[in-house]
Protein backbone atom coordinates (compact mmCIF):
# COMPACT_ATOMS: atom_id res chain seq x y z
CA UNK A 1 0.00 0.00 0.00
CA UNK A 2 1.28 3.60 -0.82
CA UNK A 3 1.95 6.07 2.11
CA UNK A 4 0.72 9.58 0.57
CA UNK A 5 3.44 12.36 1.59
CA UNK A 6 0.91 14.20 3.18
CA UNK A 7 0.55 11.38 5.98
CA UNK A 8 4.44 11.42 5.56
CA UNK A 9 4.79 14.17 7.09
CA UNK A 10 1.94 14.69 9.16
CA UNK A 11 3.37 11.73 10.98
CA UNK A 12 6.27 13.54 12.45
CA UNK A 13 3.89 16.34 13.48
CA UNK A 14 2.13 14.67 15.53
CA UNK A 15 5.30 12.07 16.57
CA UNK A 16 7.56 14.52 17.56
CA UNK A 17 5.76 17.17 20.03
CA UNK A 18 4.54 13.72 21.74
CA UNK A 19 8.14 12.05 22.11
CA UNK A 20 9.04 15.71 23.57
CA UNK A 21 5.97 15.45 26.04
CA UNK A 22 6.92 11.89 27.01
CA UNK A 23 10.74 11.94 27.27
CA UNK A 24 10.96 15.66 29.02
CA UNK A 25 10.27 14.16 32.07
CA UNK A 26 12.77 10.88 31.81
CA UNK A 27 15.41 13.85 30.61
CA UNK A 28 15.42 15.46 33.66
CA UNK A 29 15.04 12.84 36.05
CA UNK A 30 18.02 11.31 34.63
CA UNK A 31 20.27 14.68 34.04
CA UNK A 32 19.54 16.18 37.42
CA UNK A 33 20.56 12.93 39.26
CA UNK A 34 24.22 13.55 38.21
CA UNK A 35 24.17 17.07 39.38
CA UNK A 36 25.72 18.53 42.76
CA UNK A 37 23.16 20.05 44.83
CA UNK A 38 24.12 23.44 43.91
CA UNK A 39 22.84 23.03 40.52
CA UNK A 40 19.39 21.69 40.94
CA UNK A 41 18.52 24.84 44.01
CA UNK A 42 19.37 27.46 40.81
CA UNK A 43 17.85 27.76 37.76
CA UNK A 44 17.44 24.83 35.68
CA UNK A 45 19.89 23.84 33.86
CA UNK A 46 20.16 21.88 30.23
CA UNK A 47 23.22 20.49 30.66
CA UNK A 48 24.55 18.94 33.65
CA UNK A 49 27.81 21.67 33.98
CA UNK A 50 28.94 19.84 36.84
CA UNK A 51 28.64 16.18 36.46
CA UNK A 52 28.74 14.23 39.07
CA UNK A 53 27.14 10.41 40.93
CA UNK A 54 27.41 11.59 44.38
CA UNK A 55 23.55 11.60 44.60
CA UNK A 56 23.37 8.07 43.51
CA UNK A 57 25.67 7.26 46.94
CA UNK A 58 23.93 9.86 49.13
CA UNK A 59 20.35 8.81 48.45
CA UNK A 60 21.13 5.70 50.97
CA UNK A 61 22.40 8.13 53.89
CA UNK A 62 19.50 10.60 53.42
CA UNK A 63 16.58 8.28 54.01
CA UNK A 64 16.45 4.37 54.82
CA UNK A 65 15.93 4.13 51.30
CA UNK A 66 17.28 0.45 51.32
CA UNK A 67 14.80 -0.51 54.12
CA UNK A 68 12.00 1.05 51.93
CA UNK A 69 13.27 -1.14 48.70
CA UNK A 70 13.28 -3.89 50.52
CA UNK A 71 10.08 -3.45 52.64
CA UNK A 72 8.55 -2.44 48.85
CA UNK A 73 10.34 -5.81 47.24
CA UNK A 74 8.21 -8.47 50.37
CA UNK A 75 5.59 -6.59 49.86
CA UNK A 76 5.23 -6.80 45.65
CA UNK A 77 6.44 -9.79 45.00
CA UNK A 78 4.43 -11.75 47.58
CA UNK A 79 1.47 -9.92 46.47
CA UNK A 80 2.13 -11.03 43.33
CA UNK A 81 2.85 -14.33 43.68
CA UNK A 82 -0.66 -14.64 46.16
CA UNK A 83 -2.65 -12.97 43.49
CA UNK A 84 -1.44 -15.05 40.49
CA UNK A 85 -2.01 -18.04 42.23
CA UNK A 86 -5.56 -17.43 43.08
CA UNK A 87 -6.02 -15.63 39.68
CA UNK A 88 -4.94 -18.74 37.97
CA UNK A 89 -7.87 -20.99 39.97
CA UNK A 90 -10.67 -18.09 39.71
CA UNK A 91 -10.25 -17.84 36.25
CA UNK A 92 -9.98 -21.33 35.43
CA UNK A 93 -13.42 -22.16 36.99
CA UNK A 94 -14.58 -19.13 34.97
CA UNK A 95 -13.82 -20.27 32.00
CA UNK A 96 -14.19 -24.26 32.32
CA UNK A 97 -17.49 -24.09 34.37
CA UNK A 98 -20.81 -23.18 33.95
CA UNK A 99 -22.06 -23.11 37.70
CA UNK A 100 -24.42 -21.24 39.81
CA UNK A 101 -23.36 -18.03 41.08
CA UNK A 102 -20.92 -17.58 38.43
CA UNK A 103 -22.57 -14.49 36.58
CA UNK A 104 -22.94 -13.48 40.33
CA UNK A 105 -19.35 -13.61 40.89
CA UNK A 106 -17.61 -11.98 37.76
CA UNK A 107 -20.18 -9.22 38.26
CA UNK A 108 -18.82 -8.52 41.66
CA UNK A 109 -15.23 -9.01 40.72
CA UNK A 110 -15.88 -6.76 38.01
CA UNK A 111 -18.27 -4.02 39.54
CA UNK A 112 -15.31 -3.19 42.54
CA UNK A 113 -12.96 -2.00 39.40
CA UNK A 114 -15.83 1.37 39.53
CA UNK A 115 -15.41 1.96 43.13
CA UNK A 116 -12.99 4.65 44.60
CA UNK A 117 -10.13 3.32 46.63
CA UNK A 118 -10.74 6.17 49.29
CA UNK A 119 -14.19 4.52 49.90
CA UNK A 120 -12.47 1.24 51.00
CA UNK A 121 -9.24 3.22 52.43
CA UNK A 122 -11.68 4.41 55.65
CA UNK A 123 -13.46 1.06 56.59
CA UNK A 124 -10.10 -1.12 55.60
CA UNK A 125 -8.31 1.16 58.04
CA UNK A 126 -11.19 0.59 60.78
CA UNK A 127 -11.41 -3.62 60.17
CA UNK A 128 -8.06 -3.77 60.01
CA UNK A 129 -7.54 -2.35 63.60
CA UNK A 130 -10.35 -3.78 65.33
CA UNK A 131 -9.36 -7.16 64.17
CA UNK A 132 -5.83 -6.48 65.52
CA UNK A 133 -7.79 -5.62 68.73
CA UNK A 134 -9.70 -9.23 68.59
CA UNK A 135 -6.51 -11.23 68.03
CA UNK A 136 -4.73 -9.01 70.69
CA UNK A 137 -1.77 -8.30 68.13
CA UNK A 138 -0.79 -6.41 65.41
CA UNK A 139 -1.08 -8.88 62.38
CA UNK A 140 -2.78 -6.37 60.03
CA UNK A 141 -2.79 -2.78 60.72
CA UNK A 142 0.29 -1.18 59.16
CA UNK A 143 2.30 -4.46 58.71
CA UNK A 144 3.18 -6.13 55.20
CA UNK A 145 0.63 -8.79 55.93
CA UNK A 146 -2.00 -6.14 55.70
CA UNK A 147 -0.68 -4.50 53.09
CA UNK A 148 0.42 -7.58 51.16
CA UNK A 149 -3.23 -8.76 51.66
CA UNK A 150 -4.55 -5.47 50.29
CA UNK A 151 -2.40 -5.68 47.13
CA UNK A 152 -3.33 -8.97 45.97
CA UNK A 153 -7.18 -8.15 45.73
CA UNK A 154 -6.65 -5.23 44.67
CA UNK A 155 -4.94 -6.70 41.53
CA UNK A 156 -7.32 -9.93 41.66
CA UNK A 157 -10.32 -8.08 39.42
CA UNK A 158 -8.36 -7.30 36.63
CA UNK A 159 -5.83 -10.51 36.78
CA UNK A 160 -9.10 -12.65 36.87
CA UNK A 161 -10.66 -11.27 34.10
CA UNK A 162 -7.33 -10.82 31.95
CA UNK A 163 -6.53 -14.37 32.50
CA UNK A 164 -10.40 -16.29 31.73
CA UNK A 165 -10.09 -14.26 28.45
CA UNK A 166 -6.64 -15.45 27.95
CA UNK A 167 -7.90 -19.38 29.19
CA UNK A 168 -10.91 -19.04 26.67
CA UNK A 169 -9.17 -18.48 23.86
CA UNK A 170 -6.86 -21.97 24.73
CA UNK A 171 -8.74 -24.75 22.71
CA UNK A 172 -11.05 -27.17 25.45
CA UNK A 173 -9.89 -30.13 23.14
CA UNK A 174 -6.72 -30.03 25.10
CA UNK A 175 -8.23 -30.04 28.67
CA UNK A 176 -11.29 -32.75 27.61
CA UNK A 177 -8.59 -34.98 26.33
CA UNK A 178 -6.32 -34.88 29.53
CA UNK A 179 -10.03 -35.60 31.35
CA UNK A 180 -10.54 -38.59 29.23
CA UNK A 181 -7.30 -39.69 29.68
CA UNK A 182 -8.16 -40.04 33.73
CA UNK A 183 -6.50 -36.86 34.69
CA UNK A 184 -8.12 -34.93 38.01
CA UNK A 185 -9.73 -30.98 37.39
CA UNK A 186 -6.21 -29.62 38.71
CA UNK A 187 -4.03 -32.07 37.19
CA UNK A 188 -5.76 -30.86 33.89
CA UNK A 189 -4.81 -27.22 35.22
CA UNK A 190 -1.42 -27.41 35.74
CA UNK A 191 0.12 -29.65 33.28
CA UNK A 192 -2.45 -28.38 30.34
CA UNK A 193 -3.54 -25.52 30.74
CA UNK A 194 -0.78 -23.53 33.11
CA UNK A 195 2.12 -24.27 30.27
CA UNK A 196 -0.53 -22.95 27.52
CA UNK A 197 -1.85 -20.23 29.10
CA UNK A 198 2.15 -19.05 30.36
CA UNK A 199 2.02 -15.58 28.48
CA UNK A 200 -1.37 -14.55 30.29
CA UNK A 201 0.30 -15.96 33.64
CA UNK A 202 3.16 -13.61 32.76
CA UNK A 203 0.96 -11.02 31.75
CA UNK A 204 -0.73 -10.65 35.16
CA UNK A 205 2.36 -11.07 37.28
CA UNK A 206 3.73 -8.16 35.67
CA UNK A 207 0.59 -5.80 35.97
CA UNK A 208 0.01 -6.80 39.76
CA UNK A 209 4.10 -6.17 40.74
CA UNK A 210 3.81 -2.79 38.91
CA UNK A 211 0.31 -2.42 40.86
CA UNK A 212 2.05 -3.01 43.98
CA UNK A 213 4.78 -1.50 43.63
CA UNK A 214 3.49 2.40 42.88
CA UNK A 215 0.81 1.86 45.42
CA UNK A 216 0.51 5.43 46.83
CA UNK A 217 -3.27 5.84 48.44
CA UNK A 218 -2.97 2.67 50.74
CA UNK A 219 0.94 3.12 51.75
CA UNK A 220 0.10 6.72 52.68
CA UNK A 221 -2.00 5.08 55.52
CA UNK A 222 -1.49 1.59 56.12
CA UNK A 223 2.38 1.87 56.84
CA UNK A 224 4.22 2.97 59.94
CA UNK A 225 8.38 3.54 59.95
CA UNK A 226 9.40 0.16 60.17
CA UNK A 227 6.71 -1.26 57.21
CA UNK A 228 7.36 2.04 54.89
CA UNK A 229 7.47 1.62 51.12
CA UNK A 230 9.06 3.26 47.97
CA UNK A 231 5.87 5.12 47.37
CA UNK A 232 5.66 7.30 50.65
CA UNK A 233 9.61 7.26 52.08
CA UNK A 234 10.90 9.10 48.49
CA UNK A 235 8.73 12.06 50.01
CA UNK A 236 11.21 11.98 52.94
CA UNK A 237 13.72 13.54 50.98
CA UNK A 238 12.13 17.03 51.41
CA UNK A 239 12.56 18.14 54.61
CA UNK A 240 11.93 21.21 56.64
CA UNK A 241 15.46 23.53 54.88
CA UNK A 242 16.34 21.37 52.30
CA UNK A 243 14.67 19.51 49.57
CA UNK A 244 17.41 17.53 47.65
CA UNK A 245 15.72 17.47 44.21
CA UNK A 246 19.18 15.63 42.73
CA UNK A 247 18.99 13.18 45.48
CA UNK A 248 14.49 12.64 44.87
CA UNK A 249 16.22 12.21 41.06
CA UNK A 250 18.51 9.38 41.81
CA UNK A 251 15.99 7.69 43.93
CA UNK A 252 13.60 7.97 41.37
CA UNK A 253 15.95 6.27 38.86
CA UNK A 254 17.11 3.77 40.53
CA UNK A 255 13.41 2.21 42.01
CA UNK A 256 12.27 3.01 38.29
CA UNK A 257 15.03 1.03 36.86
CA UNK A 258 13.53 -2.72 38.18
CA UNK A 259 10.19 -2.40 37.05
CA UNK A 260 10.82 -0.41 34.04
CA UNK A 261 13.35 -3.32 32.88
CA UNK A 262 11.06 -5.86 33.46
CA UNK A 263 8.67 -4.12 31.45
CA UNK A 264 10.49 -3.99 28.51
CA UNK A 265 11.56 -7.66 28.53
CA UNK A 266 8.13 -8.80 29.30
CA UNK A 267 6.18 -5.90 26.76
CA UNK A 268 5.06 -8.40 24.46
CA UNK A 269 3.15 -10.86 27.33
CA UNK A 270 1.73 -7.94 29.02
CA UNK A 271 0.51 -6.03 25.50
CA UNK A 272 -0.60 -9.76 24.19
CA UNK A 273 -2.19 -10.35 27.40
CA UNK A 274 -3.73 -7.26 28.20
CA UNK A 275 -5.44 -7.06 24.49
CA UNK A 276 -6.14 -10.90 24.82
CA UNK A 277 -9.95 -9.85 25.90
CA UNK A 278 -10.06 -6.68 23.73
CA UNK A 279 -8.83 -8.37 20.20
CA UNK A 280 -10.15 -11.78 20.39
CA UNK B 1 -14.09 -9.45 17.55
CA UNK B 2 -14.99 -6.16 18.82
CA UNK B 3 -18.32 -7.25 18.93
CA UNK B 4 -16.91 -9.70 21.88
CA UNK B 5 -15.23 -7.03 24.34
CA UNK B 6 -18.95 -4.82 24.37
CA UNK B 7 -20.76 -7.99 25.43
CA UNK B 8 -18.19 -9.53 27.68
CA UNK B 9 -19.91 -7.75 30.85
CA UNK B 10 -23.33 -7.45 29.69
CA UNK B 11 -23.21 -11.22 29.40
CA UNK B 12 -21.61 -12.30 32.62
CA UNK B 13 -24.08 -9.65 34.86
CA UNK B 14 -27.07 -10.60 33.39
CA UNK B 15 -26.46 -13.67 30.97
CA UNK B 16 -28.83 -13.43 28.14
CA UNK B 17 -30.77 -16.29 26.30
CA UNK B 18 -27.93 -17.84 23.81
CA UNK B 19 -25.45 -17.94 26.66
CA UNK B 20 -27.86 -19.82 29.15
CA UNK B 21 -28.47 -22.22 26.54
CA UNK B 22 -24.97 -22.84 25.68
CA UNK B 23 -24.36 -23.12 29.12
CA UNK B 24 -27.03 -25.84 29.91
CA UNK B 25 -25.26 -27.88 26.67
CA UNK B 26 -21.79 -27.54 29.03
CA UNK B 27 -23.50 -28.08 31.94
CA UNK B 28 -24.26 -31.46 30.87
CA UNK B 29 -20.83 -32.16 29.03
CA UNK B 30 -19.04 -31.28 32.63
CA UNK B 31 -21.31 -32.75 34.82
CA UNK B 32 -18.83 -35.52 35.11
CA UNK B 33 -16.52 -32.93 36.84
CA UNK B 34 -17.27 -32.47 40.88
CA UNK B 35 -19.95 -30.18 41.09
CA UNK B 36 -18.59 -28.45 43.96
CA UNK B 37 -14.50 -27.86 41.93
CA UNK B 38 -15.21 -24.55 40.29
CA UNK B 39 -16.14 -23.28 43.99
CA UNK B 40 -13.20 -24.63 45.46
CA UNK B 41 -11.68 -22.85 43.10
CA UNK B 42 -13.19 -19.65 43.58
CA UNK B 43 -13.14 -19.79 47.27
CA UNK B 44 -9.89 -18.08 47.96
CA UNK B 45 -10.85 -15.10 45.62
CA UNK B 46 -14.23 -15.10 47.10
CA UNK B 47 -12.64 -14.80 50.54
CA UNK B 48 -10.52 -12.34 49.97
CA UNK B 49 -12.66 -9.63 47.60
CA UNK B 50 -15.24 -10.14 50.74
CA UNK B 51 -12.55 -9.15 53.11
CA UNK B 52 -11.36 -6.20 51.07
CA UNK B 53 -13.71 -5.31 48.72
CA UNK B 54 -17.22 -6.21 49.69
CA UNK B 55 -16.79 -5.78 53.79
CA UNK B 56 -15.80 -2.99 53.48
CA UNK B 57 -17.92 -1.38 51.37
CA UNK B 58 -20.59 -2.05 53.13
CA UNK B 59 -19.36 -0.82 56.34
CA UNK B 60 -18.05 2.72 54.52
CA UNK B 61 -21.89 2.76 53.37
CA UNK B 62 -23.23 2.24 56.68
CA UNK B 63 -20.08 4.21 58.71
CA UNK B 64 -21.73 7.43 56.38
CA UNK B 65 -24.81 7.27 58.58
CA UNK B 66 -22.78 7.49 61.72
CA UNK B 67 -21.17 10.45 63.59
CA UNK B 68 -17.30 8.62 63.91
CA UNK B 69 -15.37 11.06 64.20
CA UNK B 70 -11.99 11.56 66.19
CA UNK B 71 -13.82 11.24 69.30
CA UNK B 72 -14.91 7.75 68.50
CA UNK B 73 -12.06 6.09 66.59
CA UNK B 74 -11.07 3.54 69.10
CA UNK B 75 -14.74 3.27 70.14
CA UNK B 76 -16.24 3.16 66.82
CA UNK B 77 -19.25 1.16 68.28
CA UNK B 78 -20.39 4.00 70.31
CA UNK B 79 -20.26 6.47 67.78
CA UNK B 80 -23.85 8.16 67.37
CA UNK B 81 -26.14 7.54 64.48
CA UNK B 82 -26.97 10.77 62.38
CA UNK B 83 -28.96 9.49 59.82
CA UNK B 84 -28.50 11.38 56.72
CA UNK B 85 -27.11 13.63 58.85
CA UNK B 86 -23.83 13.48 57.24
CA UNK B 87 -25.23 13.66 53.30
CA UNK B 88 -27.16 16.55 54.54
CA UNK B 89 -24.00 18.28 56.07
CA UNK B 90 -21.56 17.35 52.55
CA UNK B 91 -24.89 18.52 50.34
CA UNK B 92 -25.72 21.84 51.82
CA UNK B 93 -24.79 24.07 49.77
CA UNK B 94 -24.89 27.32 51.78
CA UNK B 95 -22.47 26.03 53.97
CA UNK B 96 -19.02 26.24 53.56
CA UNK B 97 -18.26 21.90 53.26
CA UNK B 98 -21.20 21.73 50.95
CA UNK B 99 -19.89 24.51 48.94
CA UNK B 100 -16.42 23.20 48.42
CA UNK B 101 -17.62 19.69 47.93
CA UNK B 102 -19.48 21.65 44.88
CA UNK B 103 -16.19 23.38 43.81
CA UNK B 104 -14.08 19.91 43.92
CA UNK B 105 -17.48 18.23 41.98
CA UNK B 106 -16.67 20.95 39.02
CA UNK B 107 -13.08 20.74 39.57
CA UNK B 108 -12.71 16.95 39.09
CA UNK B 109 -15.57 16.95 36.18
CA UNK B 110 -13.60 19.80 34.27
CA UNK B 111 -10.03 17.47 35.02
CA UNK B 112 -11.62 14.20 34.18
CA UNK B 113 -13.10 15.73 30.91
CA UNK B 114 -9.79 17.36 29.61
CA UNK B 115 -7.32 14.16 30.71
CA UNK B 116 -9.75 12.00 28.94
CA UNK B 117 -10.33 13.97 26.06
CA UNK B 118 -6.99 14.62 25.24
CA UNK B 119 -5.22 11.52 26.52
CA UNK B 120 -7.57 9.97 24.08
CA UNK B 121 -6.63 11.98 21.15
CA UNK B 122 -2.97 11.25 21.78
CA UNK B 123 -2.79 7.81 22.21
CA UNK B 124 -5.28 6.93 19.01
CA UNK B 125 -3.12 9.85 16.89
CA UNK B 126 0.01 7.99 17.99
CA UNK B 127 -1.64 4.55 17.13
CA UNK B 128 -2.13 6.08 13.90
CA UNK B 129 0.92 7.14 12.79
CA UNK B 130 2.53 3.79 13.98
CA UNK B 131 0.17 1.66 12.46
CA UNK B 132 2.71 1.06 9.51
CA UNK B 133 6.36 0.20 9.33
CA UNK B 134 8.82 2.73 9.82
CA UNK B 135 12.48 3.00 10.51
CA UNK B 136 12.58 4.24 14.62
CA UNK B 137 8.42 2.45 15.26
CA UNK B 138 9.42 -0.39 17.66
CA UNK B 139 11.56 1.83 19.65
CA UNK B 140 8.68 4.81 19.74
CA UNK B 141 6.61 2.20 20.95
CA UNK B 142 8.40 1.63 23.60
CA UNK B 143 8.97 5.30 24.60
CA UNK B 144 5.67 5.97 24.68
CA UNK B 145 5.10 2.89 26.93
CA UNK B 146 7.57 3.83 29.45
CA UNK B 147 4.93 6.82 31.47
CA UNK B 148 3.22 3.47 31.90
CA UNK B 149 5.45 1.15 33.38
CA UNK B 150 6.91 3.72 35.85
CA UNK B 151 6.11 4.14 39.12
CA UNK B 152 3.72 6.62 39.61
CA UNK B 153 5.13 8.29 41.84
CA UNK B 154 8.66 8.77 40.33
CA UNK B 155 6.79 10.02 37.37
CA UNK B 156 4.70 12.50 39.40
CA UNK B 157 7.77 13.86 41.80
CA UNK B 158 9.78 14.52 38.59
CA UNK B 159 7.09 16.59 37.66
CA UNK B 160 7.10 18.26 41.04
CA UNK B 161 10.18 18.95 40.28
CA UNK B 162 9.65 20.66 36.63
CA UNK B 163 6.64 22.95 38.13
CA UNK B 164 9.20 24.41 40.73
CA UNK B 165 8.53 27.94 40.16
CA UNK B 166 12.71 29.04 40.61
CA UNK B 167 14.33 25.60 39.74
CA UNK B 168 11.65 23.58 37.26
CA UNK B 169 12.41 23.38 33.72
CA UNK B 170 8.87 24.85 32.97
CA UNK B 171 9.96 28.13 33.83
CA UNK B 172 13.31 28.21 32.68
CA UNK B 173 11.93 27.02 29.32
CA UNK B 174 9.25 29.80 29.27
CA UNK B 175 11.32 32.54 30.51
CA UNK B 176 14.54 32.14 29.50
CA UNK B 177 14.12 30.62 26.32
CA UNK B 178 10.90 31.54 25.02
CA UNK B 179 10.96 34.92 27.15
CA UNK B 180 7.09 34.37 26.81
CA UNK B 181 6.69 36.55 30.39
CA UNK B 182 9.46 37.62 32.73
CA UNK B 183 7.53 37.28 35.97
CA UNK B 184 8.26 33.33 36.61
CA UNK B 185 4.26 31.96 37.54
CA UNK B 186 3.70 29.62 40.43
CA UNK B 187 2.83 26.25 38.90
CA UNK B 188 1.61 24.19 42.30
CA UNK B 189 -0.20 26.70 44.23
CA UNK B 190 -3.55 28.99 43.20
CA UNK B 191 -5.06 28.74 39.48
CA UNK B 192 -2.06 27.45 37.64
CA UNK B 193 -2.19 24.10 40.07
CA UNK B 194 -5.30 22.54 37.52
CA UNK B 195 -3.23 23.15 34.45
CA UNK B 196 -0.28 21.15 35.97
CA UNK B 197 -2.35 18.10 37.54
CA UNK B 198 -4.12 17.91 34.37
CA UNK B 199 -1.02 18.10 33.03
CA UNK B 200 0.96 15.35 34.43
CA UNK B 201 -2.65 13.27 34.44
CA UNK B 202 -2.37 13.42 30.48
CA UNK B 203 1.71 12.10 30.59
CA UNK B 204 0.36 9.26 32.65
CA UNK B 205 -3.10 8.34 31.13
CA UNK B 206 -2.06 8.58 27.23
CA UNK B 207 -0.28 5.62 27.21
CA UNK B 208 -2.96 3.61 28.30
CA UNK B 209 -5.07 4.62 25.49
CA UNK B 210 -2.02 3.99 23.09
CA UNK B 211 -1.62 0.43 24.17
CA UNK B 212 -5.52 -0.12 23.59
CA UNK B 213 -5.74 1.66 20.23
CA UNK B 214 -2.49 -0.09 18.98
CA UNK B 215 -3.90 -3.60 20.15
CA UNK B 216 -7.84 -2.57 18.41
CA UNK B 217 -6.01 -1.53 14.77
CA UNK B 218 -4.25 -4.69 15.09
CA UNK B 219 -7.12 -6.87 14.94
CA UNK B 220 -8.67 -4.74 11.69
CA UNK B 221 -7.99 -7.66 8.92
CA UNK B 222 -5.11 -6.23 6.44
CA UNK B 223 -7.70 -7.18 3.61
CA UNK B 224 -10.30 -4.50 4.04
CA UNK B 225 -7.32 -1.60 3.81
CA UNK B 226 -6.06 -3.44 0.61
CA UNK B 227 -9.55 -3.49 -0.91
CA UNK B 228 -10.05 0.20 -0.43
CA UNK B 229 -6.97 0.96 -1.82
CA UNK B 230 -7.39 -0.85 -4.47
CA UNK B 231 -10.63 0.85 -5.40
CA UNK B 232 -8.91 4.03 -5.11
CA UNK B 233 -9.18 5.09 -1.41
CA UNK B 234 -6.22 7.29 0.04
CA UNK B 235 -4.79 7.52 3.53
CA UNK B 236 -6.76 9.45 5.31
CA UNK B 237 -9.97 7.75 3.85
CA UNK B 238 -9.17 4.50 5.00
CA UNK B 239 -7.79 5.86 8.58
CA UNK B 240 -11.45 7.73 8.52
CA UNK B 241 -13.90 5.20 6.77
CA UNK B 242 -12.05 1.46 7.68
CA UNK B 243 -10.15 2.30 11.10
CA UNK B 244 -12.25 4.68 12.72
CA UNK B 245 -15.30 2.77 12.20
CA UNK B 246 -13.85 -0.80 13.03
CA UNK B 247 -12.35 0.98 16.37
CA UNK B 248 -15.84 2.67 17.91
CA UNK B 249 -16.35 -0.62 20.13
CA UNK B 250 -13.07 -0.83 21.55
CA UNK B 251 -12.90 3.10 22.06
CA UNK B 252 -16.22 3.15 24.05
CA UNK B 253 -14.73 0.75 26.17
CA UNK B 254 -11.97 2.86 26.29
CA UNK B 255 -13.16 6.23 27.14
CA UNK B 256 -15.44 4.37 29.77
CA UNK B 257 -12.30 3.13 31.52
CA UNK B 258 -10.63 6.22 31.52
CA UNK B 259 -13.16 8.28 32.51
CA UNK B 260 -13.86 6.01 35.62
CA UNK B 261 -10.12 6.08 36.47
CA UNK B 262 -9.84 9.86 35.92
CA UNK B 263 -12.69 10.64 38.06
CA UNK B 264 -10.99 8.66 40.98
CA UNK B 265 -7.30 9.69 40.69
CA UNK B 266 -5.86 10.01 43.51
CA UNK B 267 -2.23 9.84 43.20
CA UNK B 268 -1.34 12.82 41.02
CA UNK B 269 -2.81 15.35 42.98
CA UNK B 270 -1.42 13.65 46.25
CA UNK B 271 2.09 13.50 45.35
CA UNK B 272 2.26 17.02 43.64
CA UNK B 273 0.53 18.85 46.05
CA UNK B 274 0.21 16.62 49.97
CA UNK B 275 -3.01 15.99 51.23
CA UNK B 276 -4.32 19.33 51.47
CA UNK B 277 -4.07 20.92 47.38
CA UNK B 278 -4.79 24.43 46.54
CA UNK B 279 -8.63 24.61 45.56
CA UNK B 280 -8.09 24.98 41.88
CA UNK B 281 -6.62 21.40 41.86
CA UNK B 282 -8.89 20.09 45.05
CA UNK B 283 -10.03 16.84 43.48
CA UNK B 284 -12.50 14.77 45.10
CA UNK B 285 -10.72 11.66 46.13
CA UNK B 286 -7.78 14.05 47.82
CA UNK B 287 -11.39 16.47 49.20
CA UNK B 288 -12.44 12.97 51.07
CA UNK B 289 -8.58 11.76 52.05
CA UNK B 290 -8.33 15.21 53.67
CA UNK B 291 -12.28 15.24 55.48
CA UNK B 292 -11.16 11.79 56.75
CA UNK B 293 -7.81 11.68 57.61
CA UNK B 294 -6.75 15.54 58.19
CA UNK B 295 -9.97 16.36 59.64
CA UNK B 296 -10.78 12.90 61.48
CA UNK B 297 -14.32 13.00 60.24
CA UNK B 298 -14.61 9.81 59.11
CA UNK B 299 -18.63 10.38 58.53
CA UNK B 300 -18.68 12.63 56.25
CA UNK B 301 -15.41 11.54 54.22
CA UNK B 302 -17.74 7.84 53.82
CA UNK B 303 -20.80 10.38 53.28
CA UNK B 304 -18.43 11.98 50.17
CA UNK B 305 -17.14 8.84 48.77
CA UNK B 306 -20.53 7.00 48.96
CA UNK B 307 -21.72 10.21 46.78
CA UNK B 308 -18.62 9.97 43.99
CA UNK B 309 -19.44 5.65 43.67
CA UNK B 310 -23.21 6.82 43.17
CA UNK B 311 -21.85 9.46 40.02
CA UNK B 312 -19.98 6.56 39.00
CA UNK B 313 -22.21 3.92 38.82
CA UNK B 314 -24.98 6.17 37.22
CA UNK B 315 -22.03 7.12 34.32
CA UNK B 316 -21.84 3.31 33.92
CA UNK B 317 -25.00 2.47 33.40
CA UNK B 318 -25.48 5.31 31.09
CA UNK B 319 -22.73 4.16 29.06
CA UNK B 320 -24.16 0.79 29.49
CA UNK B 321 -27.40 1.78 28.18
CA UNK B 322 -26.36 4.30 25.37
CA UNK B 323 -23.58 1.28 24.34
CA UNK B 324 -26.81 -0.76 23.81
CA UNK B 325 -28.76 0.86 21.86
CA UNK B 326 -25.88 1.72 19.61
CA UNK B 327 -25.51 -1.86 19.08
CA UNK B 328 -28.61 -2.70 18.04
CA UNK B 329 -29.12 0.20 16.29
CA UNK B 330 -26.05 -0.70 14.11
Known sequence: ?280 | MAAALVERPARTVAPGGSARNRGKRRVSRWLVWNKWTPYLLILPAVLMELLIHVIPMLVGMWMSFIGLTQFFITNWATAPGVGFGNYRIALNFNNSLGEKLVQSFGATLGFTLLVVGISFIFGISASLMLQHNFRGRGLLRTVFLIPYALPAYAGIITWKFMFQRDNGLINEFLVNTLHITDDAPFWLIGGNAFVAVVIVAIWQQWPFAFLMTMAGMQGIPDDLHEAASIDGANIWQRIRYITLGMMRPINAVLLLLLFLWTFREFNTPFVLFGPVPPDSANLLTVNIYSSSFIQWNFGLGSAMSVLLMLFLVVIAGGWALWNRRVNRNA
Do not use: H
Open chain 1, 1 to 280: MREERSFQIARWVVLVPLIIFTVAPLYVMITSAMKPLVDVQGAFQWLPTNFTLQPFIDIWATVPLAKYFGNSLIVSVCATAFSVVIAIFASYAISRYRFRGRGTFSGVVLSTQMFPGVLFLLPLFIIFVNIDKTLGFTFLYQTQVGLIVTYLTFTLPFSIWMLASYMDGIPRDLDEAARVDGTTALGALFRVILPAARPGIIAVAVYSFMTAWGEILFASQMTNSATRTLSVGLQSYATETDVYWNQIMAASLVVSVPVVLGFLLLQRYLVAGLTAGAVK
